[in-house]
């Protein structure tokens, strides 16, 4: 069974940008909702536990596809999404740390998006436009390039086999207690706090990830 990992940072420390009671009810309440979620629908099939839970996802067409019935392989995609989702999620994040690309990501994200500056603005305005609930996603695809866009509620890129190296959260309960409506100022507000080597970190794990 997975369990809900600790905040790498106190609930208080990306104030001014997130609120700590939004922390509270994202980590305490949602993320452990979707993980309940998740040991539930695996309950049944301890073979598709692997040590690292986006690996259910990354081999769900190979491995949960022919094991599962239509139900569980629901149950599956949606919260271990959310679950692995914010795994992710709150470890980019941190009160400290290179607020820019650093390393070969840096070098990378150059090449793709000509700078830092054009990829934010790009990847700011596409986790604006993106209707309703869901995550903004920058992945190494399956060529290992850079890609950016946006999925609807807890839909993996693990699942296309790309890898996730940085994903923002777009769902109200994400933002909602502090910013209401003003999602724009949420997301201009998460480049204060994205954790870029901790990003890094990812973005060479995605490299050699097979």
């Known amino acids: 069974m997975y369990t809900l990992p600790n905040l790498p940072y106190a609930y208080e420390a990306l104030e001014p940008n997130i609120d700590v009671a939004t922390m ?10 979707y993980l309940d979620k998740f040991n539930a ?3 049944n099939y301890p073979q598709l536990q692997a040590e690292n839970a986006e690996d ?4 769900f067409e190979s491995q949960v596809k022919p094991a599962t019935p239509a139900d569980i392989q629901v149950a599956i995609k949606n919260h271990g999404g959310g679950y692995v989702h914010h795994s992710l999620f709150w470890k980019t994040m941190s009160p400290n740390g290179p607020r820019e690309a650093v390393g070969e990501l840096a070098a990378a994200i ?5 700078s830092f500056a054009e990829f934010k603005t790009q990847f700011t305005d596409l986790a604006g436009k993106h209707f309703g609930a869901g995550w903004a996603w920058l992945v190494l695809n399956e060529k290992k390039e850079l890609e950016i866009y946006s999925l609807p509620n807890q839909d993996s890129p693990l699942l296309s086999k790309h890898y996730p190296i940085m994903g923002i959260d777009v769902w109200e309960h994400a933002y909602y207690l502090k ?13 204060n706090i994205l954790d870029w080597k901790k990003i890094e970190e990812r973005y060479q794990i995605g490299l050699n990830k097979s």
Do not use: G, T
Not at 24 to 33: E, P, T, Y
Not at 56 to 59: A, M, S, Y
Not at 110 to 114: E, G, H, I, P
Not at 179 to 191: F, V
């Open 24 to 33: 509270r009810v994202h980590h305490d309440k949602h993320h452990q909702a």
């Open 41 to 43: 629908a695996l309950k």
């Open 56 to 59: 259910v996802l990354w081999n």
């Open 110 to 114: 150059s090449s793709r998006f000509s």
């Open 179 to 191: 910013y209401q409506n003003r999602r724009p100022e949420y997301l201009e507000a998460i480049w």
